[in-house]
C-alpha cells in the first residue's frame, strides 16, 4: 500500500504560479504511475497529468499542456506538478494517485484505473 499527501495548494492570482507536492509513504514508489486529477465544486473529478514510473513518459489533458509540469523523484517519494499562467478555470481541489498498472495511454487518464488517493489540496485562482 502507500499513503498520499499533497501540499503546495493556496490562493493565487491569474497568471501566477503554484507547485504542488504529492509525497507518498512506502518503499515501493518507484512501482506507481503517478497521476494528478482535480476537482471543481459541481463537476466530475477530470485528469490533469500522469508520469510513467521511471518519469521518462509524461502525458497532460489538453487544458493544461504547455502550462503544467508533471515530475517525479523516485529518490524522495514525491511528485509535481508545476502549474503557471494559472486561469480562473484551474481552481480545484487537486488530488494525486497512484497506479500499480502499466502506464498505458489508454488508462492512465481513467480515475478508476488508480488504486490510492491522497487527500487533495485546494487551488484557487482569482480573476
Known amino acids: 500500500q502507500v499513503q498520499l499527501v499533497e501540499s503546495g495548494g493556496g490562493l493565487v492570482q491569474a497568471g501566477g504560479s503554484l507547485r504542488l507536492s504529492c509525497a507518498a509513504s512506502?518503499?515501493?514508489?518507484?512501482?506507481?504511475?503517478m497521476g494528478w486529477f482535480r476537482q471543481a465544486p459541481g463537476k466530475e473529478r477530470e485528469f490533469v497529468a500522469a508520469?510513467?514510473?521511471?518519469?521518462?513518459?509524461?502525458y497532460y489533458a489538453d487544458s493544461v499542456k504547455g502550462r503544467f509540469t508533471i515530475s517525479r523523484e523516485n529518490a524522495k517519494n514525491t511528485v509535481y506538478l508545476q502549474m503557471s499562467s494559472l486561469k480562473p478555470e484551474d481552481t480545484a481541489v487537486y488530488y494525486c494517485?497512484?497506479?500499480?498498472?502499466?502506464?498505458?495511454?489508454?488508462?492512465?487518464?481513467?480515475?478508476?484505473?488508480?488504486?490510492?488517493w491522497g487527500q487533495g489540496t485546494q487551488v484557487t485562482v482569482s480573476a
Open positions: 494517485a497512484a497506479d500499480p498498472g502499466r502506464y498505458i495511454l489508454a488508462v492512465i487518464t481513467i480515475p478508476t484505473k488508480y488504486d490510492y
Open positions: 512506502g518503499r515501493t514508489f518507484s512501482s506507481y504511475v
Open positions: 508520469i510513467s514510473r521511471s518519469g521518462d513518459s509524461t
